[in-house]
């Protein structure tokens, strides 16, 4: 079943009509079911029209939708990190008969001895069943190549310089490409740098998604044969997606669409959702002559340090490309804040193109993603997106710099550190080998000793497919929200302030028993520097399901003038980041500067002596009576909370810490703690995903639905031979 969009405008929704539906199996649409499991007869018959009745996994979109992966083949475990021989990953596609999933019992960097080429078709190789750390491909670049209905989830692609710093090389690899293949699923990987690009799209390939994948620090001076680089993507061929992708730090080619006499003009590009940060040169650009379709919707484009003046996130050169452009927003002002506003003119695009009143779709042959507005792209990017099923270090800075609208271009992985260590995990049990460990198994009433890697759940999905995805049940923007409040009272939460007071001998005080949090900063001359701390406990949020969020503060006292307060959020394994409200003082405030001067402010988030705080942006508030409540609401603040995620099963769970700030005002400024009145104690207002909607997979089908199923997977099986 092929989607389309309305033409009056692109549909700003959060899911498509058909993820729906799939996500409705947790609550047991008998209905669906039954049109689940005959889709997977249906799919048997080739018809590309039937195919769209079951996704690659819940969450997939776009050109790509449909890769059928490893369904119904055989499992390959990866137990080592060597470039090749029994064990390896590269062992594990060469030795691929047939449709096979690639899971991994090993966590870490495998460092490649040549380049790797994915050129067997329906294979999944799933990154999320790593035991710890992850897994990093290094040195060698990695190519889909020659193949069709591959799906690669929650890898790292890293190549580095150390195979082009040779004088007279020639190589110049990309991270991870795509190239003269069909019915591809790329979701959740990292690509970064890359010496050419760090992921493209490229030769005749066609129906691909590019999806939540980071893409970036492309490397510039890295040894490429023609200089200096650092790209992000190069995309020709057919129908292809790339969206809720974020670029940062990278020169240029935050796309570069393409299409001409060499690479064809068949192009339709379905760039959407995407977060492009501190590009250099450009954000993105097509070619003189190029001959292409482009839809450019709901992205967020953020200037950083290295962001040339001038730069319009797209510009194209030539009549020949024809591009919708639609809720895309543009933040140029390189104040550290994020405030864009809605991209228009010049700050959208320049050059010459062929604008549409509609979308394309390829006369209806392309699925296309049903964009979000781009406020609600930045907060899934930035929450949700790259290899976050294990997020690395480097991966984590990044995040940190885009909310803090900071980051370089690089012209070596040394600069940031190298590759990073991985944790090792402990490989879980399998006593059937059929991929699903037995925890699992017992868990959703299956017998761990029974192969039931390609047996039909309810919902058309073999269980293998549904263990998969349990992995990361909030990886995706969700189809169902609700909203919770959590004060500063609940559980584990706290409220203080913290003083430096006493001019050029300041001292240190803090109170979290006071029935007020006041925030004064009397100046660069003045003699009190008050900061307040806010602790909230998020055990009753599903870890990384926030979609949005509101901090609230009730006045005690009224407010005169106009007061501005900076808000910051400090990161959960910062030193010293489970405060006690009985016992903070200022010089022992976690991500506090105590420099003994009451004249400057604690904290600043670009401040190089301080790696845990982040900029969560401002608030300006005008005169406001006692009693009233006054609201913090920046799309900041909800990935903030949202990355808790990655402290489950650490003392820091569920915990984070706000800082208020004010600074532009000697005028005291005045809200209710807890203590002062539990009805007016700070809050956070959360929406989020429903925490039931995907506790269990379903039972398995009924008699018939699963002689049905079955006989749909031998029948593809049977094709793709």
């Known amino acids: ?14 899911l498509s009509g058909q993820q729906r539906a799939l996500r409705k199996y947790c609550r047991r649409i008998n209905a669906w079911y039954i049109a689940a499991a005959l889709a997977t007869i249906i799919v048997a018959s080739g018809s590309n029209a039937a195919q769209g009745q079951l996704l690659a996994f819940p969450g997939a979109e776009g050109a790509g939708q449909y890769a059928t992966g490893g369904r119904g083949g055989d499992v390959y475990y990866v137990t080592n990190l060597n470039d090749s021989g029994p064990g390896s990953l590269r062992y594990g596609v060469q030795t691929a008969n047939g449709p096979r999933t690639i899971e991994f019992q090993t966590d870490g960097t495998i460092h490649l001895l040549s380049d790797l080429d994915i050129n067997k078709s329906n294979l999944t190789i799933a990154g999320q069943t ?6 990093t491909i290094a040195d060698y670049q990695t190519e889909v190549v020659n193949s069709h209905d591959d799906v690669i989830q929650y890898m790292r692609f890293r190549v580095g310089d150390t195979n082009t710093q040779h004088p007279g090389n020639t190589y110049e690899p990309d991270s991870l490409g795509i190239h003269g293949s069909t019915n591809v ?25 590019v999806q939540y994948s980071f893409i970036t620090q492309a490397l510039k001076n890295a040894g490429h044969p023609e200089g200096a680089h650092s790209y992000g993507s190069l995309i020709n061929g057919g129908d292809i997606t790339y969206s809720h992708d974020l670029y940062a730090d990278n020169d240029s080619r935050n796309p570069r669409a393409q299409g001409n006499s060499t690479v064809g003009t068949g192009l339709t590009l379905d760039f959407v959702n995407n977060v492009i940060q501190n590009p250099g040169g450009r954000f993105g650009y097509s070619g003189t002559g190029d001959t292409l379709k482009m839809n450019y919707v709901g992205n967020y484009g953020i200037d950083g340090p290295s962001t040339s003046s001038g730069n319009s996130l797209f510009q194209p050169d030539s009549a020949t490309t024809q591009i919708y452009f639609q809720g895309n927003y543009r933040d140029s002002n390189k104040n550290g804040v994020l405030d864009g506003t809605p991209a228009t003119g010049t700050s959208l695009v320049s050059g010459t193109y062929t604008a549409s009143s509609t979308p394309f779709n390829d006369n209806g042959n392309m699925p296309l993603v049903n964009a979000s507005d781009a406020r609600e792209a930045y907060i899934q990017v930035l929450s949700h997106a790259g290899a976050s099923y294990s997020q690395d270090s480097v991966d984590r800075q990044i995040v940190r710099n885009v909310i803090n609208q900071t980051g370089a271009i690089i012209d070596s992985q040394t600069q940031v550190g190298g590759w990073p260590a991985l944790t090792a995990g402990i490989p879980t049990k399998d006593s059937s080998n059929d991929g699903i460990p037995d925890w699992w198994a017992q868990a959703n009433g299956l017998n761990p000793a029974q192969y039931d890697a390609n047996r039909i759940a309810s919902n058309g999905y ?9 992995l990361s049940p909030h990886a995706y923007a969700p189809a169902q929200t609700h909203i919770t409040a959590l004060t500063t009272g609940f559980g584990r939460g706290a409220d203080a302030i913290v003083t430096e007071n006493g001019g050029t001998t300041a001292v240190s005080g803090g109170s979290g028993l006071g029935p007020s949090l006041d925030a004064i900063w009397s100046g ?7 900061v307040i701390a806010l602790k909230f406990d998020l ?36 030193p010293g980041w489970n405060w006690s409200e009985n016992t903070i003082q200022f010089n022992n405030a976690p991500g506090l500067t105590f420099d003994g001067k009451s004249g400057t402010l604690g904290l600043n988030a670009t401040s190089t002596n301080i790696t845990s705080i982040l900029n969560l942006g401002t608030l300006t508030v005008g005169a406001t009576a006692a009693g009233q409540t006054i609201s913090f609401n920046n799309a900041n603040l909800a990935v903030f909370l949202n990355l808790a995620a990655h402290f489950a099963g650490t003392p820091e769970a569920d915990l984070i810490t706000i800082y208020i700030e004010q600074t532009n005002s000697s005028s005291l400024a005045s809200f209710y703690s807890k203590e002062g009145n539990a009805q007016f104690a700070p809050t956070l207002t959360i929406t989020s995903a429903d925490a039931t909607a995907a506790v269990r997979i379903p039972e398995p089908a009924s008699a018939m639905l699963a002689v049905l199923g079955a006989l749909g997977l031998l029948l593809l099986q049977r094709r793709r031979r």
């Open 1 to 14: 079943m092929k989607t389309s969009r309305a033409h009056e405008s692109r549909r700003l929704w959060t």
């Open 130 to 135: 790593a035991p710890g750390g992850g897994i």
């Open 185 to 209: 699923m790329i979701d959740h990987v990292t690509a970064s740098w890359s010496v050419d690009e760090a992921l493209s799209v490229t030769d005749s390939s066609t129906n691909v998604s």
């Open 462 to 470: 073999t269980y293998l497919e549904n263990y998969l995805q349990s």
């Open 524 to 530: 660069t001359s003045g003699s009190s520097n008050q």
């Open 539 to 574: 055990s009753q949020i599903a870890s990384g399901s926030i979609t949005d969020a509101t901090l609230g503060l009730t006045l005690a006292s009224a407010l005169a003038g106009t007061h501005q307060f900076k808000i910051f959020g400090l990161e959960q394994d910062a």
